[in-house]
Structure formats: C-alpha cells, structure tokens
C-alpha cells in the first residue's frame, strides 16, 4: 500500500522522491510505505490553505456548521472501518478504537458546528457620539501537529475548533501514525468543505520544523512531548505565531482511606492501562493511603492479572501493543530501573510473549508497590503500562508530594468526602482534574496543562475563541476635535 498526502481537497504525490514505512505494532509487519513531504510540498499545502481560507473564512458560521455536522456523520458512519485502520496504524485495541477514538473526535466537531454561530463579537458605547465595537475574526492559516497515541482524535480536536472559527489548517501527523487523518480528510471534502482548507503533510520533524517556521502560519497547535514542545515554541517565536502545546504528563492519582476500593482499584486501572497506558493524562503516581495500602495492591493485583492483552484486532482483546521497538525498549528500560530502585514488582514486569504476540511490541500490565518520590520511574513520563504506587499518611503530605513535579496536565481524587475531594483538587497543581473517576474529557470541558504539560486548552468554548483574533473598531459620531 502506498500512501500520499492531501492537497488541495485530492490525494498529492510528493515530490521530495523519500518515503518511510508505517508497520503494525502487534506484528512488526509494513502496512504502507508513505511519501515524506519536501519543503515545496509544504508550500504548496500552505498556498492552498491561503485560497482555502479565503473562502471558507467568507461563508457564514451556520455554512461552515452545516458542512462540519456532514463530516461528523460521516464519521459515525465510517467509524468501524476507520477504527480498523487505526488499531493496524497504532497498535491499541480495536473495543477502544471501535468506542473512543472516532466518537470522541466527532463529538467535538459537533461541538464547535453547534457553537460557532453563537460566537459574537461586542459593542460599547463611550458618550453620546462614540462608541467601540469587537469583532472576533479568524486567524488565517494554522497548522496542526500529532502525537501517535490517539492519531484520529487529535486531528478532530484540533481541526474542529480551527476550523469552525473559519481557518484553515495544515495537518502534520505523527510518521508513526499517519494513515486515519487522511480518511479525515477525504471526509472532510466529501462533505462538501472547499479544497484547501484541510491539507495533510506527511512525514518526520523536518515537516514539522518548517510548518513551525513558516512566516505565512498564524498558529501552531501541537500535542507530543514537553522536550518536543519547547523545540515548537522556540520554531514559533521567530515569526511570533501563536502556539497552543498539549504536552506529556506524570500526574497523581490520590486514593483517600474512605474511597470505595473497588472503585478506586478501577479508576488507577483504567489510568494505567488503558491504550497500554499510552495516554497522556495517565495517574501513573498512585498514592494509596496507608491504611488501605495491601488491600488495594492486593485488589489491584488480582485484577491486572485477568487483564486479556494480544491480538488488538481481536475484540476481546483488552490491551494491545506499544507502539515501537523503540517506546518498547524505552519501557522495558524504566522496569528495570524501577527493580533497581528498590520498588517492589507485584504484577508483570515482561514483555509479553505468546505465539500471538512474539513479533509485536507487547508489555505486560506492571505495578511497581513502595516506589519512592525521587526514583526515574516516579518522576518521569513513561508512556506505558507501568503503575508507580506510593504510600501516604496525611493530606497535606500527599498534596505536597504530588504538586512535586515539573508536569501539571492531570491529577485525580478518590475520597466518599466531597468536602476533602474539593479541598484537595483546589490545592492540586493540575490542568484537568477528577473526583472518583479518571480519564473523562467530554467535548465541553476544557483540556490542558499546568506547568511544562501545556499552553492553551483544546475543547470548550474558550478554545474557539483562542483560533480567533479581536478587532476593535473605534466610531466617532461628531467631528474630530483637531488642534491643527
Ligand atoms: P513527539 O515525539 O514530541 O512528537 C510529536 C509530533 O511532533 C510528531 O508528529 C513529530 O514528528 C513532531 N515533531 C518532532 N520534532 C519536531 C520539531 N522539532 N518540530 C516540529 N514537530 C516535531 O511526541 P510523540 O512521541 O509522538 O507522542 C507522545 C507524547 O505526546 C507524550 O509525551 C504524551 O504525553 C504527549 N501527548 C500529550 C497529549 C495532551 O493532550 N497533553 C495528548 C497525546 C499525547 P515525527 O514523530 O513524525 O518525527
């Protein structure tokens, strides 16, 4: 299979004459070989985004809205066939793909089509004969840069506020993943948006240095990691474009003496290993106070274990693969430093390995129990299924120790008192925060970090207004009163 970009509303073959390979994480094989753009292909995707704009920026928001909810059902209607595509691409369980990773995308565009025609601008008057008004109008060309955990998602996200505010985007996936955004694409033409305003650039960081760079882009969004994200920031600041970085994570998930423990023993599950713990928000610091401290390991343990992890195609299948040999490595790496460190191993520890597995990138559940607070494992990002569980004793030591990181995108809180559960999350240094639950991100609800996990949000109603500049218009009503 081979694999191009999109320019200009039709598939384009690049012409830097360099392809790469895209493989299947569960089995190692090439699934398609896909054209590395050249500095001319990426001048080209921005000159078509240029005419793109022009129109799509002149057509009303109910225009625009009505075209987004055609890509929407058209998504829906795709959706087990593109989630095929994506288990293949990424490596994740097809029950997730088939249930998230599609719906959560369209959820979003649907979102901003509903929104956008509610986007107003002000007015307000000064005296009797002047008066200001602001008017909020769209950026220009934008572009949009993704990280492989959730390859079709980010590109909704990001594409859906963007677009709807009536900017274009040039989208840039991540080389390991690039196939599903060009089904996005070809579903955006199909329902009916101008060619141009949705141009896919495949290939490596080089793309995404010059997408970065280019004098022409008015706002870079990026999702990957935070060493990445600082490069980005650093690219932007030449031509000072505006940059939203939804960036990595190491965040805490508290789990307080009077939580319900099965409850609770679900939530740190799900917020370990779900996408084999690939997810940026993971709670992959467990603090469990002390007296409940065995009882959940224990129940945590036994659960793990039932955990069905191989064939990602395989419906039944409840984790996959990682997504390299590389993060796989990179994973195996942070086990043993965890061993090293003293941690004691309750559950996994190996790379999985069965006649179904043997020739993909597979890692057993892991729970690492009495980690400490300053050992590699605890402190950085892992970006696999590897639980870090701690003990505490009082509030303010957990609070304390969990704000201990230079990350901020999430934190969680398992308590029955919901006094406790908003003091605690009040003092937590976190973008996106859960009481008894994790992992939740509905299209309304705002999503991003503190600290170095982020600028800028993505969903939510402020996210439409960050891919929209303001306008002042000053009117005089009298003559001006002149010196000269
Ligand atoms: P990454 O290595 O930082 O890459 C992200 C994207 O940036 C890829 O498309 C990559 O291209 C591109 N890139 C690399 N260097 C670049 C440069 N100098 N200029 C412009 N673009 C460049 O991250 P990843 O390994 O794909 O993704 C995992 C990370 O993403 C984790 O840290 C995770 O926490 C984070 N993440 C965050 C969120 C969030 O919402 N906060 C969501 C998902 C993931 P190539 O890789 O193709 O070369």
């Known amino acids: 299979m081979k694999e191009h970009l999109y320019i200009h509303g039709a598939c384009y073959e690049s012409s830097s004459g360099e392809s790469f390979e895209t493989i299947n994480p569960a089995n190692g094989k090439v699934i398609a070989h896909v054209d590395q753009a050249s500095e001319h292909d990426v001048e080209k995707a921005i000159q078509s985004a240029e005419k793109g704009f022009k129109v799509w920026s002149s057509m009303t928001a109910v225009e625009r809205g009505r075209i987004l909810l055609k890509a929407v059902a058209l998504l829906r209607e795709r959706n087990n066939e593109i989630a095929a595509l994506e288990v293949i691409d990424s ?38 004969n002047t008066f200001y008004m602001s008017k909020r109008e769209p950026l220009g060309v934008c572009v949009g840069i993704g990280a492989w955990n959730y390859p079709i998602q980010i590109a909704c996200w990001k594409s859906a506020a963007c677009l709807a505010a009536g900017n274009s985007m040039v989208f840039k996936p991540s080389e390991e993943t690039p196939l599903s955004v060009i089904k996005l694409a070809e579903i955006y033409t199909e329902a009916g948006m101008p060619p141009g305003v949705f ?72 917020a370990n290993f779900y996408t084999q713990g690939e997810v940026c928000t993971n709670g992959t610091r467990v603090y469990v106070h002390s007296k409940i401290y065995d009882q959940f390991l224990k129940k945590a343990a036994i659960r793990s274990k039932k955990i069905k992890l191989g064939d990602p195609m395989n419906i039944d299948t409840q984790m ?165």
């Not at 179904?356 to 009495?370: C, K, L, M």
């Open 199 to 270: 141009n896919v650039v495949q290939g490596d960081f080089r793309v995404g240095q010059l997408l970065t760079r280019h004098p022409r882009v008015a706002k870079v969004s990026f999702t990957g990691e935070s060493s990445t994200g600082k490069k980005v920031m650093t690219d932007a600041s030449g031509t000072l474009k505006e940059v939203t970085l939804e960036l990595g994570g190491k965040s805490p998930l508290i789990i307080f003496e009077d939580a319900d423990i099965d409850n609770a023993v679900s939530g740190a599950l799900l």
């Open 91 to 128: 490596g994740k369980p097809l029950q997730e793909a088939n249930s998230v990773d599609i719906h959560s995308g369209a959820d979003v565009i649907e979102y901003y089509a509903g929104l956008v025609p509610a986007l107003q601008g002000t007015q307000q008057d000064l005296d009797s």
């Open 320 to 484: 996959g693969a990682l997504i390299s040999s590389k993060q796989l490595d990179k994973v195996m790496i942070y086990i043993d430093k965890a061993r090293e460190s003293g941690a004691r191993l309750i559950v996994g520890g190996s790379r999985h390995n069965s006649k179904e597995t043997e020739n993909g990138f597979f890692v057993e559940p892991t729970i690492f129990a009495d980690c400490k607070d300053d050992s590699e494992h605890v402190i950085d990002e892992i970006f696999g299924p590897v639980m870090s569980v701690l003990s505490f004793d009082n509030e303010d030591e957990v609070i304390r120790r969990a704000n201990n990181t230079k990350f901020g995108l999430a934190a969680g809180v398992f308590t029955k008192n919901i006094n406790r559960a908003h003091r605690v999350i009040n003092q937590l240094e976190a973008g996106i925060c859960w009481i008894n639950s994790w992992g939740d991100s509905p299209a309304e609800m705002p999503v991003g970090g503190y600290k170095e996990s982020g600028i800028g949000r993505e969903n939510g109603p402020e996210t439409l207004k960050s891919y929209t500049q303001i306008k002042s218009v000053f009117v005089r009503l009298d003559n001006i009163d002149s010196p000269y």
